[in-house]
Protein backbone atom coordinates (compact mmCIF):
# COMPACT_ATOMS: atom_id res chain seq x y z
CA UNK A 1 0.00 0.00 0.00
CA UNK A 2 1.19 3.35 -0.89
CA UNK A 3 1.78 5.81 1.96
CA UNK A 4 -1.11 8.14 0.57
CA UNK A 5 -3.58 4.74 0.76
CA UNK A 6 -2.31 4.37 4.06
CA UNK A 7 -2.63 7.63 5.49
CA UNK A 8 -6.12 7.73 4.15
CA UNK A 9 -6.98 3.80 5.45
CA UNK A 10 -5.10 5.35 8.86
CA UNK A 11 -8.18 8.53 8.69
CA UNK A 12 -11.29 6.11 8.02
CA UNK A 13 -9.89 2.92 10.08
CA UNK A 14 -13.66 1.74 10.10
CA UNK A 15 -14.38 1.80 6.96
CA UNK A 16 -16.32 -0.98 5.35
CA UNK A 17 -17.75 -1.68 9.15
CA UNK A 18 -21.44 -1.55 9.93
CA UNK A 19 -22.79 -0.30 13.41
CA UNK A 20 -26.22 -0.02 14.93
CA UNK A 21 -26.25 2.57 17.29
CA UNK A 22 -29.85 3.05 19.39
CA UNK A 23 -31.35 6.15 20.36
CA UNK A 24 -28.80 7.82 18.29
CA UNK A 25 -30.59 11.08 16.76
CA UNK A 26 -29.78 13.36 19.82
CA UNK A 27 -27.53 12.83 22.97
CA UNK A 28 -24.55 10.75 23.66
CA UNK A 29 -26.09 8.06 21.10
CA UNK A 30 -25.68 10.61 18.18
CA UNK A 31 -22.41 11.49 19.07
CA UNK A 32 -21.60 7.87 19.54
CA UNK A 33 -22.98 7.53 16.10
CA UNK A 34 -20.89 10.47 14.51
CA UNK A 35 -17.43 9.35 16.12
CA UNK A 36 -17.70 5.88 14.21
CA UNK A 37 -19.31 7.20 11.18
CA UNK A 38 -16.61 9.76 10.67
CA UNK A 39 -14.28 6.55 11.16
CA UNK A 40 -15.32 5.61 8.05
CA UNK A 41 -18.32 3.41 9.60
CA UNK A 42 -21.55 2.85 8.09
CA UNK A 43 -24.12 3.75 10.77
CA UNK A 44 -27.32 2.83 11.24
CA UNK A 45 -29.51 5.27 13.83
CA UNK A 46 -32.49 4.60 15.36
CA UNK A 47 -35.51 7.05 17.66
CA UNK A 48 -39.20 7.52 17.13
CA UNK A 49 -39.15 10.86 16.00
CA UNK A 50 -38.77 10.75 11.43
CA UNK A 51 -37.93 14.52 11.77
CA UNK A 52 -35.09 14.32 14.51
CA UNK A 53 -33.79 11.10 11.81
CA UNK A 54 -33.61 13.12 9.13
CA UNK A 55 -32.23 16.04 10.77
CA UNK A 56 -29.06 14.13 12.22
CA UNK A 57 -28.51 11.81 9.13
CA UNK A 58 -28.08 14.58 7.00
CA UNK A 59 -25.58 16.34 9.56
CA UNK A 60 -23.84 13.18 9.76
CA UNK A 61 -23.68 13.12 5.91
CA UNK A 62 -22.36 16.45 5.69
CA UNK A 63 -19.50 15.66 8.30
CA UNK A 64 -18.66 12.61 8.05
CA UNK A 65 -19.66 11.16 4.37
CA UNK A 66 -22.61 11.17 2.18
CA UNK A 67 -23.93 7.54 2.61
CA UNK A 68 -22.30 7.11 6.01
CA UNK A 69 -25.90 7.04 7.92
CA UNK A 70 -29.34 5.67 7.72
CA UNK A 71 -32.24 6.18 10.09
CA UNK A 72 -34.48 3.29 10.82
CA UNK A 73 -37.80 4.63 12.64
CA UNK A 74 -38.07 2.48 16.37
CA UNK A 75 -39.82 2.49 19.39
CA UNK A 76 -37.44 0.01 21.76
CA UNK A 77 -40.12 0.61 24.34
CA UNK A 78 -41.95 -2.58 23.74
CA UNK A 79 -40.25 -6.26 22.91
CA UNK A 80 -42.48 -6.39 19.20
CA UNK A 81 -40.94 -2.36 18.49
CA UNK A 82 -37.53 -4.24 19.31
CA UNK A 83 -38.35 -7.57 17.00
CA UNK A 84 -39.45 -5.17 14.26
CA UNK A 85 -36.27 -3.05 14.17
CA UNK A 86 -34.55 -6.23 14.06
CA UNK A 87 -36.41 -7.32 10.86
CA UNK A 88 -35.74 -4.08 9.49
CA UNK A 89 -32.15 -4.31 10.23
CA UNK A 90 -32.24 -7.86 8.76
CA UNK A 91 -33.66 -6.62 5.38
CA UNK A 92 -31.34 -3.78 5.51
CA UNK A 93 -27.78 -5.64 6.10
CA UNK A 94 -26.29 -9.09 5.84
CA UNK A 95 -24.28 -8.69 8.67
CA UNK A 96 -23.40 -6.19 11.87
CA UNK A 97 -20.26 -5.56 13.25
CA UNK A 98 -20.90 -3.50 16.30
CA UNK A 99 -24.38 -3.31 17.82
CA UNK A 100 -24.71 -0.17 20.57
CA UNK A 101 -27.72 -0.74 22.99
CA UNK A 102 -27.64 3.58 24.19
CA UNK A 103 -31.11 4.10 24.39
CA UNK A 104 -32.09 4.13 27.69
CA UNK A 105 -34.87 5.51 29.85
CA UNK A 106 -34.96 7.68 33.05
CA UNK A 107 -39.37 9.01 34.03
CA UNK A 108 -40.42 11.54 36.11
CA UNK A 109 -43.71 8.93 37.15
CA UNK A 110 -44.28 5.48 36.86
CA UNK A 111 -45.92 4.42 33.50
CA UNK A 112 -46.67 1.17 31.57
CA UNK A 113 -45.67 0.14 27.73
CA UNK A 114 -47.81 -1.55 25.86
CA UNK A 115 -46.87 -4.90 27.29
CA UNK A 116 -47.40 -3.79 30.64
CA UNK A 117 -44.06 -3.39 31.88
CA UNK A 118 -42.56 -0.45 33.89
CA UNK A 119 -41.16 1.71 31.36
CA UNK A 120 -37.36 2.32 33.03
CA UNK A 121 -37.70 -1.86 33.26
CA UNK A 122 -38.76 -1.86 29.80
CA UNK A 123 -36.11 0.80 27.90
CA UNK A 124 -32.72 0.17 30.11
CA UNK A 125 -33.36 -4.12 30.34
CA UNK A 126 -35.83 -6.01 28.30
CA UNK A 127 -35.46 -3.45 25.10
CA UNK A 128 -31.75 -4.42 25.23
CA UNK A 129 -32.24 -7.89 25.61
CA UNK A 130 -34.43 -8.27 23.09
CA UNK A 131 -32.22 -6.43 20.36
CA UNK A 132 -29.02 -8.78 21.32
CA UNK A 133 -31.31 -11.54 20.78
CA UNK A 134 -32.98 -10.93 17.92
CA UNK A 135 -29.48 -9.28 16.42
CA UNK A 136 -27.71 -12.17 17.10
CA UNK A 137 -27.19 -14.07 14.33
CA UNK A 138 -26.03 -10.81 12.26
CA UNK A 139 -23.58 -9.95 14.66
CA UNK A 140 -22.00 -13.80 14.72
CA UNK A 141 -22.45 -14.02 10.25
CA UNK A 142 -18.65 -12.50 10.15
CA UNK A 143 -17.13 -12.23 13.55
CA UNK A 144 -15.52 -10.79 15.47
CA UNK A 145 -18.37 -8.34 16.18
CA UNK A 146 -18.87 -5.96 19.08
CA UNK A 147 -21.54 -5.36 21.59
CA UNK A 148 -21.47 -2.30 23.35
CA UNK A 149 -24.32 -2.34 26.21
CA UNK A 150 -24.33 1.95 27.44
CA UNK A 151 -25.32 1.46 31.26
CA UNK A 152 -24.49 4.43 34.00
CA UNK A 153 -22.18 3.93 37.28
CA UNK A 154 -26.10 4.44 38.79
CA UNK A 155 -26.29 1.03 38.89
CA UNK A 156 -24.03 0.97 42.00
CA UNK A 157 -27.18 3.00 44.04
CA UNK A 158 -29.22 0.23 43.75
CA UNK A 159 -28.17 -1.82 46.99
CA UNK A 160 -31.39 -4.69 47.68
CA UNK A 161 -32.00 -7.47 46.08
CA UNK A 162 -32.13 -7.07 41.63
CA UNK A 163 -34.70 -9.68 41.66
CA UNK A 164 -37.51 -8.17 43.77
CA UNK A 165 -40.59 -5.43 42.58
CA UNK A 166 -38.93 -5.62 39.27
CA UNK A 167 -42.49 -3.18 38.02
CA UNK A 168 -41.48 -0.69 40.86
CA UNK A 169 -45.26 -1.45 41.76
CA UNK A 170 -44.17 -1.37 45.37
CA UNK A 171 -42.84 2.15 45.08
CA UNK A 172 -41.56 4.11 42.19
CA UNK A 173 -38.70 6.13 42.32
CA UNK A 174 -37.44 7.82 39.39
CA UNK A 175 -33.50 7.32 39.92
CA UNK A 176 -34.36 3.83 42.03
CA UNK A 177 -35.91 2.64 39.35
CA UNK A 178 -32.65 3.63 36.30
CA UNK A 179 -30.26 2.29 39.03
CA UNK A 180 -32.21 -0.71 39.84
CA UNK A 181 -32.64 -1.73 35.99
CA UNK A 182 -28.91 -0.89 34.71
CA UNK A 183 -27.99 -3.25 36.98
CA UNK A 184 -30.31 -5.67 35.64
CA UNK A 185 -28.53 -4.77 32.38
CA UNK A 186 -25.54 -4.99 33.78
CA UNK A 187 -25.94 -8.65 35.02
CA UNK A 188 -27.34 -10.10 31.62
CA UNK A 189 -24.66 -8.59 29.79
CA UNK A 190 -22.05 -10.20 31.52
CA UNK A 191 -23.90 -13.45 30.89
CA UNK A 192 -24.02 -12.63 26.90
CA UNK A 193 -20.34 -12.37 27.41
CA UNK A 194 -20.17 -15.65 28.48
CA UNK A 195 -22.40 -17.02 25.99
CA UNK A 196 -21.40 -15.11 22.75
CA UNK A 197 -17.56 -15.66 23.53
CA UNK A 198 -17.14 -19.15 21.31
CA UNK A 199 -18.89 -16.93 18.27
CA UNK A 200 -16.52 -14.44 18.07
CA UNK A 201 -18.68 -11.61 19.78
CA UNK A 202 -17.79 -9.51 22.61
CA UNK A 203 -19.98 -7.51 24.84
CA UNK A 204 -18.83 -4.50 27.13
CA UNK A 205 -20.67 -1.98 29.02
CA UNK A 206 -19.61 1.37 29.24
CA UNK A 207 -20.82 4.48 31.45
CA UNK A 208 -20.61 7.22 29.09
CA UNK A 209 -19.89 9.84 31.98
CA UNK A 210 -22.57 13.01 32.61
CA UNK A 211 -23.71 14.61 29.69
CA UNK A 212 -26.25 17.37 28.69
CA UNK A 213 -29.25 15.40 26.68
CA UNK A 214 -32.83 15.32 26.26
CA UNK A 215 -32.61 12.76 29.10
CA UNK A 216 -30.71 14.69 31.82
CA UNK A 217 -32.73 17.99 30.74
CA UNK A 218 -35.96 16.06 31.92
CA UNK A 219 -34.69 15.69 35.33
CA UNK A 220 -35.65 17.55 38.38
CA UNK A 221 -34.91 18.06 41.58
CA UNK A 222 -37.18 14.85 42.29
CA UNK A 223 -35.58 12.12 40.48
CA UNK A 224 -32.98 11.33 42.80
CA UNK A 225 -34.40 12.48 45.83
CA UNK A 226 -31.26 11.31 47.91
CA UNK A 227 -29.39 14.45 45.74
CA UNK A 228 -32.05 16.89 46.02
CA UNK A 229 -30.00 19.15 48.39
CA UNK A 230 -27.03 19.26 45.59
CA UNK A 231 -29.62 19.62 42.95
CA UNK A 232 -28.19 23.01 42.01
CA UNK A 233 -24.88 21.54 41.70
CA UNK A 234 -25.70 19.11 40.25
CA UNK A 235 -27.79 20.69 37.11
CA UNK A 236 -24.74 22.77 36.87
CA UNK A 237 -22.56 20.44 36.40
CA UNK A 238 -25.19 18.21 33.88
CA UNK A 239 -25.51 21.55 32.09
CA UNK A 240 -22.07 21.78 31.20
CA UNK A 241 -21.23 18.82 30.34
CA UNK A 242 -21.04 17.81 26.61
CA UNK A 243 -22.17 14.78 25.10
CA UNK A 244 -19.46 14.45 23.07
CA UNK A 245 -16.87 13.41 25.31
CA UNK A 246 -19.37 9.96 26.24
CA UNK A 247 -19.69 9.40 22.53
CA UNK A 248 -15.94 9.10 22.00
CA UNK A 249 -16.01 6.94 25.14
CA UNK A 250 -18.88 5.05 23.87
CA UNK A 251 -16.76 4.40 20.36
CA UNK A 252 -13.82 3.85 21.87
CA UNK A 253 -15.59 1.02 23.75
CA UNK A 254 -16.93 -0.18 20.09
CA UNK A 255 -14.49 -0.25 17.41
CA UNK A 256 -10.74 0.50 19.14
CA UNK A 257 -8.14 -1.77 18.71
CA UNK A 258 -6.98 -0.99 22.38
CA UNK A 259 -10.67 -2.62 23.81
CA UNK A 260 -11.00 -5.26 20.87
CA UNK A 261 -9.65 -8.10 23.53
CA UNK A 262 -12.23 -7.13 26.44
CA UNK A 263 -15.21 -8.76 26.96
CA UNK A 264 -17.66 -8.90 29.87
CA UNK A 265 -15.93 -5.25 30.93
CA UNK A 266 -16.84 -3.00 32.69
CA UNK A 267 -16.04 0.68 31.29
CA UNK A 268 -16.17 4.38 33.83
CA UNK A 269 -13.13 5.46 32.61
CA UNK A 270 -11.08 6.21 29.01
CA UNK A 271 -8.43 3.33 29.83
CA UNK A 272 -8.50 0.44 31.74
CA UNK A 273 -12.05 -1.55 32.72
CA UNK A 274 -13.27 -1.00 36.04
CA UNK A 275 -13.49 -3.61 38.98
CA UNK A 276 -17.43 -4.80 39.38
CA UNK A 277 -18.25 -6.13 42.51
CA UNK A 278 -19.03 -9.69 43.95
CA UNK A 279 -23.03 -9.26 43.46
CA UNK A 280 -22.38 -8.24 39.73
CA UNK A 281 -19.62 -11.18 39.21
CA UNK A 282 -21.65 -13.42 40.88
CA UNK A 283 -22.73 -16.16 38.31
CA UNK A 284 -25.89 -17.07 39.33
CA UNK A 285 -26.84 -13.68 39.61
CA UNK A 286 -25.92 -12.98 35.48
CA UNK A 287 -27.82 -16.08 34.70
CA UNK A 288 -30.88 -15.80 36.61
CA UNK A 289 -30.82 -11.83 35.34
CA UNK A 290 -30.09 -13.50 31.64
CA UNK A 291 -33.01 -16.00 32.38
CA UNK A 292 -35.21 -13.28 33.14
CA UNK A 293 -34.08 -11.10 30.41
CA UNK A 294 -35.61 -14.35 28.10
CA UNK A 295 -38.72 -14.86 30.25
CA UNK A 296 -39.40 -10.69 29.69
CA UNK A 297 -38.89 -11.18 26.14
CA UNK A 298 -40.79 -14.50 25.31
CA UNK A 299 -43.98 -13.86 27.60
CA UNK A 300 -44.40 -10.24 26.61
CA UNK A 301 -47.91 -9.76 24.97
CA UNK A 302 -46.55 -7.76 21.67
CA UNK A 303 -43.73 -10.71 21.70
CA UNK A 304 -44.08 -11.99 18.30
CA UNK A 305 -43.75 -15.92 18.28
CA UNK A 306 -41.59 -16.94 15.84
CA UNK A 307 -37.93 -18.61 15.58
CA UNK A 308 -35.62 -15.43 14.73
CA UNK A 309 -33.38 -16.73 11.60
CA UNK A 310 -30.50 -18.53 13.00
CA UNK A 311 -30.56 -17.78 16.94
CA UNK A 312 -28.71 -20.52 18.10
CA UNK A 313 -27.25 -19.43 21.75
CA UNK A 314 -28.75 -22.13 24.70
CA UNK A 315 -30.50 -20.80 27.55
CA UNK A 316 -27.93 -21.84 30.07
N1 LIG B 1 -26.93 11.73 29.88
C1 LIG B 1 -26.24 11.30 30.90
O1 LIG B 1 -25.73 12.11 31.74
C2 LIG B 1 -26.02 9.83 31.12
C3 LIG B 1 -25.20 9.40 32.18
C4 LIG B 1 -25.00 8.04 32.37
C5 LIG B 1 -25.57 7.14 31.50
N2 LIG B 1 -26.36 7.57 30.47
C6 LIG B 1 -26.96 6.57 29.56
O2 LIG B 1 -26.53 6.87 28.24
C7 LIG B 1 -27.55 6.49 27.30
C8 LIG B 1 -27.89 7.68 26.41
O3 LIG B 1 -28.28 8.73 27.26
P1 LIG B 1 -28.85 10.12 26.70
O4 LIG B 1 -28.84 11.02 27.88
O5 LIG B 1 -28.15 10.51 25.46
O6 LIG B 1 -30.36 9.68 26.35
P2 LIG B 1 -31.51 10.53 25.64
O7 LIG B 1 -31.27 11.97 25.82
O8 LIG B 1 -32.82 9.97 26.09
O9 LIG B 1 -31.31 10.13 24.11
C9 LIG B 1 -32.07 10.75 23.13
C10 LIG B 1 -32.13 9.83 21.94
O10 LIG B 1 -32.86 8.62 22.26
C11 LIG B 1 -34.01 8.52 21.41
N3 LIG B 1 -35.08 7.86 22.16
C12 LIG B 1 -35.56 8.18 23.39
N4 LIG B 1 -36.53 7.32 23.76
C13 LIG B 1 -36.67 6.44 22.73
C14 LIG B 1 -37.52 5.31 22.50
N5 LIG B 1 -38.45 4.93 23.38
N6 LIG B 1 -37.36 4.61 21.37
C15 LIG B 1 -36.46 5.00 20.43
N7 LIG B 1 -35.62 6.04 20.59
C16 LIG B 1 -35.74 6.77 21.74
C17 LIG B 1 -34.31 9.96 21.00
O11 LIG B 1 -35.02 10.05 19.79
P3 LIG B 1 -36.62 10.30 19.76
O12 LIG B 1 -36.95 11.25 20.87
O13 LIG B 1 -36.91 10.81 18.40
O14 LIG B 1 -37.22 8.95 19.98
C18 LIG B 1 -32.89 10.46 20.79
O15 LIG B 1 -32.35 9.95 19.58
C19 LIG B 1 -28.72 5.98 28.14
O16 LIG B 1 -28.68 4.58 28.21
C20 LIG B 1 -28.47 6.59 29.51
O17 LIG B 1 -29.07 5.84 30.54
C21 LIG B 1 -26.60 8.89 30.27
Not at 120 to 131: E, H, I, R
Not at 271 to 284: F, K, M, T
Request: proline content about 5%; some cysteine.
Amino acid sequence: MSATANAIANRRPLRGRTALITGATAGIGYETARALACSGARVLVTGRDPANGERATATLARDCGADSAAFLRADHGTVGGNQDLADRVRATVARLDVLVNNVGGLYSHRQETADGYEATLAMNFVGPYTLTAELLPLLTEGGPSRCVNVVSAGFKMWKTDPFTDLHSTDQFVSGDAYAHTKLLNVLASLAWARRLAPDNVTVNLVHPGMSWTPMTASMTAQTIPSMRLIWPVLRFWQRHASPVKAGRRVAFVASSSDTAAYTGRYIEGRAAPNRLSERELDLDNQDLAWTLGEELMTTAPTHHDRQTPGRKVSPR
